[in-house]
């Protein structure tokens, strides 16, 4: 079992519509965790961190925790072409390390 | 790229040969890692650095060493670099009040031939 696993996609959206990726993980110790976002050809791109079970929200973007289930979720909503890229779940293990699932591409259709 | 920069930004060399990449940051935070992006494999760790002189191995260190003389500055080195090795390499970093979340550089596109 992979330690992190999310839907490779690609994941198709119509522009306006909602988002949803998912990522689950292995690892119950994980205490935080982060959503990058990548454009092709460029660097991860922090977007969002979670701590607690529940929901954050950060402008058009939702994370949702559950630590029980080893889920974490993110939503766009309002979503725009400029949302197309691949979305890349991070859970924190020990030491500081994250680790990083395959990531989820993300098309948003005009 | 909050502060970061890694050079150089490509590079092409021969199997066989030694190689080191640079990642440089002005945020003076503690940790500092190198990771390689592979398709199909994602975002591996191969070292990290916890403060100067202090580094730890990654999932994928085998070929591969680090160097941290300075705060500021991270050296991944190859030391005979392989066709295996091609791949892109991303410098991070992070800092304890930020609650560990890394800020990447810009990346180095290296390919072995």
């Known amino acids: 079992q992979k330690e992190v696993e999310q839907n490779s996609g690609p994941l198709s959206v119509p522009e306006g519509a909602i988002a949803s990726l998912n990522c689950t993980y292995s690892?119950?110790?994980?205490?935080?965790f982060f959503w990058y976002r990548q454009y092709s050809g460029k660097s991860p791109e922090l977007i969002m961190s979670?701590?607690?079970?529940g929901d954050k929200e950060d402008g058009r973007f939702t994370a949702q925790l559950n630590k029980a289930s080893q889920y974490v979720s993110l939503l766009i909503r309002d979503s725009q072409p400029s949302d197309s890229a691949t979305y890349l779940c991070a859970p924190v293990q020990g030491a500081q390390k994250l680790v990083f699932g395959q990531g989820t591409r993300l098309t948003i259709n005009p | 790229d909050a502060g970061i920069t890694q050079s150089p930004r490509h590079k092409v060399t021969e199997t066989g040969t030694p190689v080191t990449l640079r990642c440089h940051q002005t945020?003076?935070?503690?940790?500092m890692y190198w990771y390689r992006q592979d398709p199909g494999h994602g975002l591996r760790l191969i070292h990290y650095?916890?403060?100067?002189?202090?580094?730890d191995k990654g999932e994928v260190s085998d070929g591969y060493s680090v160097s941290r003389s300075k705060t500021e500055d991270f050296l991944l080195t190859l030391e005979s670099a392989t066709s295996s090795q091609t791949s892109v390499y991303f410098c991070?970093?992070?800092?304890?009040?930020?609650?560990?979340?890394?800020?990447f550089g810009p990346g180095t596109r290296l390919t072995v031939t």
């Open positions: 979670i701590y607690s079970n």
């Open positions: 991070a970093i992070s800092a304890p009040g930020l609650s560990y979340e890394q800020y």
């Open positions: 690892d119950r110790g994980s205490q935080s």
């Open positions: 650095s916890y403060g100067v002189k202090d580094t």
């Open positions: 945020e003076n935070h503690r940790y």
